[in-house]
């Protein structure tokens, strides 16, 4: 008995899945539950994926989608999205009911949580009016354990007509139990029951006269008492018909029997009092108190209160008074455990980097090799390259660690939920405090992540305000000119702290800005509500240390610095050619700089600088660089002993402090790269959006740095 895992691929959001079966013998099995069950751990554990895994609602956002064998039968395992219900009301909810309706598959496991069961049973409860074959995997086991919540399973198992199967999957307790069952209801070799729930009986009259006519349009491609239950429903869910005549192959709103049967049994329900809310609101009436009556005969709690401890937690965490404030000092801790712990490790980086560079010289001295052909590969490409990772490494290995474990233990949510109202405030949705955490690592990464967010409107305001947080990308630099510009003004015990509270200070900024866009936005080109929402607070978890690490470290880590690589090689090689290519008596790079020194004075920079991050554009990690490559004027980048000797050069180049203090404010606060933009058009599908992300934070740097560089020259201190 075992898994053989295979090769995936993924599924766009949104789109009705249509999934081509290559045997009669592969199965396809859908993967649906509540957000935050652990899915995702179960999906991975069967299919050998690293897909992204964290303790916080709204994670996957489209199919994705993996082939594994067991017992040598063959499977598709599709994870959709975390949902609470099929009654569509969001693109999480769209993309689940569509593929669990209309992608046919073989089976459905639904995924439920042991330590919050009757929430969960709701879902459970809605899918199987659709289909009988499911398996019902009760996840956490080993946590409702803990909190002394005993599950009676097969009694569950009895009252849904389904197999239940009990699972730790993160231990990877019952995955294979789990796949017997699958195996066995999707090959036919084990019966289960449709569900019926009982309806009010206006409602129940309203169906039979339905389903009648429903059955001879379904052609037994569905369930027709759900089929005619949710064309009751369609005023509240509209694009549910164009899914089903899609499904179906027919035009229900054109065939007048259906037309009929329906005008004549929502005048029934009407003159019984109901109306389309009222309708949709006994509906799930029924499948809540089913859920409940379920949940008592099936779980036993030993202690009622088993979540106290969670709820003394919130209430400091959550709080008004306390909850930002520790949320800064959480990020602050974070920030100067980054920053202390990268020095040593960068500078080994460096050092070992920069040692294979020299024997890459003496090797092409060995070999004859032309003096541009050393300049070009080694001095630009290679040179690039050691610079970028022997400075971005460090960080994001520290970095993305402690974040993920912050995301792992549930803290992510609750920042979601201290900082919903400021967000509602300026007309913007409360889960882009979430997306806006995801930028902090990477803005492509925070972008792709609003699809989280349900309102077009809103959703939209956060992709074009997510440049405005600082990206992985940019620590770097704003750690680098705080150390040597601004640390220094305090004793040296105290210089560490000092720049994590500026650099706090900084990304401080980069939120209220966000904020104060986002207000703008929708006041002006993006006017209207803001959206109310559900966030569920998960329990708090111990993080699993090891594959925390390991999840970081591949899932992001490298993810971004191979990315940054990526573009950062072609980059050294072309700024090393601007540097060495002379029109008359001056580098195309030193022109260029002289072109822009005027407006760059008047931003309280020089043209070097802006020219950095104009040819930055295709990754922020190179800004540095640049800088460095053009102030020696020797067409490549110098390796540095200590931060000392860069400022050294900096201040020789006349760099004050109002310079330091302009170049992280348009370090926060400039276009996005490359990657980025990219991101944005394949997101909003317009490059009008995307030339409004690339102006937006550009304008507010410049125009903030515009500010303090006038402030300081009249006041005589530039």
Same mark, same amino acid.
């Given at each position: 008995?075992?898994?053989?895992?295979?090769?995936?691929?993924?599924?766009?959001?949104?789109?009705?899945?249509?999934?081509?079966?290559?045997?009669?013998?592969?199965?396809?099995?859908?993967?649906?539950?509540?957000?935050?069950?652990?899915?995702?751990?179960?999906?991975?554990?069967?299919?050998?994926?690293?897909?992204?895994?964290?303790?916080?609602?709204?994670?996957?956002?489209?199919?994705?989608?993996?082939?594994?064998?067991?017992?040598?039968?063959?499977?598709?395992?599709?994870?959709?999205?975390?949902?609470?219900?099929?009654?569509?009301?969001?693109?999480?909810?769209?993309?689940?009911?569509?593929?669990?309706?209309?992608?046919?598959?073989?089976?459905?496991?639904?995924?439920?949580?042991?330590?919050?069961?009757?929430?969960?049973?709701?879902?459970?409860?809605?899918?199987?009016?659709?289909?009988?074959?499911?398996?019902?995997?009760?996840?956490?086991?080993?946590?409702?354990?803990?909190?002394?919540?005993?599950?009676?399973?097969?009694?569950?198992?009895?009252?849904?007509?389904?197999?239940?199967?009990?699972?730790?999957?993160?231990?990877?307790?019952?995955?294979?139990?789990?796949?017997?069952?699958?195996?066995?209801?999707?090959?036919?070799?084990?019966?289960?029951?449709?569900? !019926?729930?009982?309806?009010?009986?206006?409602?129940?009259?309203?169906?039979?006269?339905?389903?009648?006519?429903?059955?001879?349009?379904?052609?037994?491609?569905?369930?027709?008492?759900?089929?005619?239950?949710?064309?009751?429903?369609?005023?509240?869910?509209?694009?549910?018909?164009?899914?089903?005549?899609?499904?179906?192959?027919?035009?229900?709103?054109?065939?007048?029997?259906?037309?009929?049967?329906?005008?004549?049994?929502?005048?029934?329900?009407?003159?019984?009092?109901?109306?389309?809310?009222?309708?949709?609101?006994?509906?799930?009436?029924?499948?809540?108190?089913?859920?409940?009556?379920?949940?008592?005969?099936?779980?036993?709690?030993?202690?009622?209160?088993?979540?106290?401890?969670?709820?003394?937690?919130?209430?400091?965490?959550?709080? !008004?008074?306390?909850?930002?404030?520790?949320?800064?000092?959480?990020?602050?801790?974070?920030?100067?455990?980054?920053?202390?712990?990268?020095?040593?490790?960068?500078?080994?980086?460096?050092?070992?980097?920069?040692?294979?560079?020299?024997?890459?010289?003496?090797?092409?001295?060995?070999?004859?090799?032309?003096?541009?052909?050393?300049?070009?590969?080694?001095?630009?490409?290679?040179?690039?390259?050691?610079?970028?990772?022997?400075?971005?490494?460090?960080?994001?290995?520290?970095?993305?660690?402690?974040?993920?474990?912050?995301?792992?233990?549930?803290?992510?949510?609750?920042?979601?939920?201290?900082?919903? !109202?400021?967000?509602?405030?300026?007309?913007?949705?409360?889960?882009?405090?979430?997306?806006?955490?995801?930028?902090?690592?990477?803005?492509?990464?925070?972008?792709?992540?609003?699809?989280?967010?349900?309102?077009?409107?809103?959703?939209?305001?956060?992709?074009?305000?997510?440049?405005?947080?600082?990206?992985?990308?940019?620590?770097?630099?704003?750690?680098?000119?705080?150390?040597?510009?601004?640390?220094?003004?305090?004793?040296?015990?105290?210089?560490?702290?000092?720049?994590?509270?500026?650099?706090?200070?900084?990304?401080?900024?980069?939120?209220?800005?966000?904020?104060?866009?986002?207000?703008?936005?929708?006041?002006?080109?993006?006017?209207?509500?803001?959206?109310?929402?559900?966030?569920?607070?998960?329990?708090?978890?111990?993080?699993?240390?090891?594959?925390?690490?390991?999840?970081?470290?591949?899932?992001?880590?490298?993810?971004?610095?191979?990315?940054?690589?990526?573009?950062?090689?072609?980059?050294?090689?072309?700024?090393?050619?601007?540097?060495?290519?002379?029109?008359?008596?001056?580098?195309?790079?030193?022109?260029?700089?002289?072109?822009?020194?005027?407006?760059?004075?008047?931003?309280?920079?020089?043209?070097?600088?802006?020219?950095?991050?104009?040819?930055?554009?295709?990754?922020?990690?190179?800004?540095?660089?640049?800088?460095?490559?053009?102030?020696?004027?020797?067409?490549?980048?110098?390796?540095?002993?200590?931060?000392?000797?860069?400022?050294?050069?900096?201040?020789?180049?006349?760099?004050?402090?109002?310079?330091?203090?302009?170049?992280?404010?348009?370090?926060?606060?400039?276009?996005?790269?490359?990657?980025?933009?990219?991101?944005?058009?394949?997101?909003?599908?317009?490059?009008?959006?995307?030339?409004?992300?690339?102006?937006?934070?550009?304008?507010?740097?410049?125009?903030?740095?515009?500010?303090?560089?006038?402030?300081?020259?009249?006041?005589?201190?530039?």
């Amino acid at each position: 008995m075992g898994l053989t895992k295979q090769s995936t691929r993924s599924a766009a959001s949104g789109d009705v899945p249509a999934i081509v079966k290559s045997s009669d013998q592969e199965k396809v099995i859908a993967l649906a539950g509540n957000p935050n069950v652990g899915k995702s751990t179960v999906f991975n554990a069967l299919t050998g994926l690293n897909q992204h895994t964290g303790n916080w609602p709204g994670k996957t956002v489209s199919n994705a989608q993996g082939r594994y064998s067991h017992n040598g039968r063959d499977f598709i395992l599709v994870d959709i999205p975390g949902t609470y219900s099929l009654m569509a009301s969001s693109v999480e909810e769209e993309v689940a009911r569509d593929f669990v309706c209309f992608g046919q598959p073989d089976a459905v496991v639904v995924v439920a949580d042991a330590t919050c069961l009757e929430r969960n049973l709701n879902l459970v409860l809605q899918i199987l009016e659709i289909t009988d074959k499911v398996v019902v995997c009760v996840n956490l086991l080993d946590e409702a354990k803990k909190k002394k919540i005993e599950i009676d399973l097969d009694e569950l198992s009895l009252n849904l007509g389904v197999p239940v199967i009990g699972a730790a999957a993160r231990s990877g307790k019952g995955l294979q139990e789990l796949m017997d069952a699958v195996s066995a209801v999707s090959f036919g070799e084990r019966r289960t029951f449709q569900v !019926k729930l009982p309806y009010d009986e206006p409602i129940e009259r309203a169906l039979e006269s339905l389903i009648p006519i429903v059955s001879r349009l379904t052609q037994g491609k569905m369930n027709p008492r759900w089929a005619a239950l949710k064309l009751l429903d369609a005023d509240q869910d509209p694009k549910l018909i164009q899914s089903l005549s899609q499904f179906l192959d027919c035009d229900l709103e054109g065939c007048e029997e259906l037309c009929l049967g329906l005008k004549v049994a929502r005048e029934q329900l009407s003159s019984a009092g109901y109306t389309p809310e009222t309708l949709r609101d006994r509906i799930v009436y029924r499948v809540v108190k089913r859920s409940e009556i379920i949940y008592h005969q099936c779980v036993c709690l030993e202690n009622p209160c088993y979540n106290g401890r969670d709820r003394k937690i919130d209430k400091f965490l959550t709080s !008004k008074a306390t909850g930002i404030p520790v949320m800064l000092l959480l990020l602050a801790l974070i920030f100067w455990i980054t920053i202390n712990g990268a020095n040593v490790p960068s500078d080994l980086i460096a050092g070992f980097l920069f040692g294979i560079q020299d024997k890459l010289t003496e090797w092409l001295a060995s070999i004859s090799a032309p003096a541009w052909v050393n300049g070009l590969f080694v001095e630009g490409v290679y040179r690039t390259l050691a610079w970028v990772i022997s400075v971005m490494l460090p960080p994001m290995a520290i970095f993305f660690p402690l974040f993920t474990l912050l995301e792992d233990s549930g803290y992510l949510p609750r920042i979601a939920f201290n900082m919903d !109202k400021h967000f509602k405030k300026a007309g913007a949705h409360g889960k882009q405090s979430l997306t806006m955490c995801m930028g902090f690592g990477c803005n492509a990464c925070g972008v792709i992540g609003c699809r989280i967010i349900d309102s077009p409107r809103e959703r939209l305001i956060a992709i074009l305000t997510n440049n405005f947080v600082p990206c992985n990308g940019r620590f770097p630099t704003l750690i680098a000119v705080i150390t040597m510009f601004f640390a220094g003004a305090v004793a040296l015990p105290l210089q560490s702290i000092f720049s994590t509270l500026m650099l706090i200070g900084v990304i401080l900024l980069g939120i209220v800005m966000t904020l104060l866009i986002s207000r703008f936005l929708s006041s002006t080109l993006l006017k209207g509500e803001p959206s109310s929402f559900a966030l569920e607070l998960p329990p708090y978890r111990t993080p699993q240390i090891g594959r925390v690490i390991v999840r970081s470290v591949f899932d992001r880590t490298l993810f971004v610095l191979g990315r940054a690589a990526a573009v950062a090689a072609p980059a050294g090689l072309i700024i090393w050619c601007m540097a060495n290519l002379y029109v008359g008596d001056a580098s195309i790079l030193t022109h260029c700089s002289q072109f822009l020194d005027p407006f760059a004075k008047l931003l309280g920079m020089d043209g070097v600088i802006l020219l950095a991050f104009i040819l930055g554009f295709p990754a922020n990690e190179i800004v540095v660089p640049i800088i460095i490559m053009s102030y020696l004027c020797t067409g490549s980048m110098m390796e540095f002993d200590s931060l000392a000797q860069l400022h050294t050069l900096l201040t020789d180049h006349g760099w004050t402090w109002v310079t330091a203090l302009c170049v992280m404010i348009f370090s926060l606060m400039h276009f996005p790269c490359g990657t980025t933009c990219f991101t944005i058009k394949k997101e909003t599908g317009s490059w009008k959006w995307t030339a409004l992300a690339f102006f937006l934070p550009t304008a507010c740097g410049m125009t903030l740095c515009f500010f303090i560089s006038s402030i300081a020259r009249i006041c005589g201190l530039a």
